[in-house]
Antibody, heavy 123, light 108 residues
Framework: QVQLQESGPGLVKPSQTLSLTCTVS??????????WNWIRQHPGKGLEWIGY???????NYNPSLKSRVIIGIDTSKNQFSLELNSVTAADTAVYYC???????????????WGQGALVTVSS | SSELTQGPAVSVALGQTVRITCQGDSLRRYDASWYQQKPGQAPVLVIDGRNNRPSGIPVRFSGSRSGNTASLTITGAQAEDESDYYC???????????FGGGTKLTVL
């Protein structure tokens, strides 16, 4: 069973870059078969998909965040990462990493989630 | 605003059946998945896009889709089902993923 764990600073200053890492255990990322996602949840609000990366390095980002987001992958460490630049207080949220299995057809879903990492943007 | 619309809240008497709905144009083409989230916890997949339950999810959870509406049905709701529920699917372009705003389920 795949397990995911987010890590990174819990406090980021406005205008700086938010950086998080997700460590995957229970499977090798280099074997493919999964899209690796970042999802966030503003305090007391709903879920927002940020984007994903495939083991090959191909990415797909939410258009509303695309200009500020980079998702990277290091299959040798079984990790993928999130960078969100030029942050403001509006980026304060719990950030989750989640896996999305590749299946034949258009169906997709998030089967495993990390526990979440609260990131606060404040000076 | 989300391209998937959910009612903010629904209640059900213990042991009764409740349906939580999710509406959006993209649901005419694409399946929806459903997630349960308890306070302070990460979401948990309860129905995948093919209306299957992952291992460990009780049989009382089921999913369906008709027209522009996807539904999560809990048959015989239990106290532990009291949670927020989110639907997820592709957006109208088909290239990106969106969540519904969430529905808070209260079990009376």
């Amino acid at each position: 069973q795949v397990q995911l764990q987010e890590s990174g600073p819990g406090l980021v200053k406005p205008s700086q870059t938010l950086s998080l890492t997700c460590t995957v255990s229970g499977g090798s990322m280099s074997s493919g078969g999964y899209y690796w996602n970042w999802i966030r949840q503003h305090p007391g609000k709903g879920l927002e998909w940020i984007g994903y990366i495939y083991y090959s390095g191909s990415t797909n980002y939410n258009p509303s965040l695309k200009s500020r987001v980079i998702i990277g992958i290091d299959t040798s460490k079984n990790q993928f990462s999130l960078e969100l630049n030029s942050v403001t207080a509006a980026d304060t949220a719990v950030y989750y990493c989640a896996s999305m299995p590749w299946v034949v057809g258009a169906t997709r879903y998030f089967d495993y989630w990390g526990q979440g990492a609260l990131v606060t943007v404040s000076s | 605003s989300s391209e998937l619309t959910q009612g903010p809240a629904v209640s059900v008497a213990l042991g009764q059946t409740v349906r939580i709905t999710c509406q959006g144009d993209s649901l005419r083409r694409y399946d929806a998945s459903w997630y349960q989230q308890k306070p302070g916890q990460a979401p948990v997949l309860v129905i995948d896009g093919r209306n299957n339950r992952p291992s460990g999810i009780p049989v009382r959870f089921s999913g369906s889709r008709s027209g522009n509406t996807a539904s999560l049905t809990i048959t015989g709701a239990q106290a532990e089902d009291e949670s927020d529920y989110y639907c997820n699917s592709r957006d109208s372009s088909g290239y990106y993923w969106v969540f519904g705003g969430g529905t808070k389920l209260t079990v009376l």
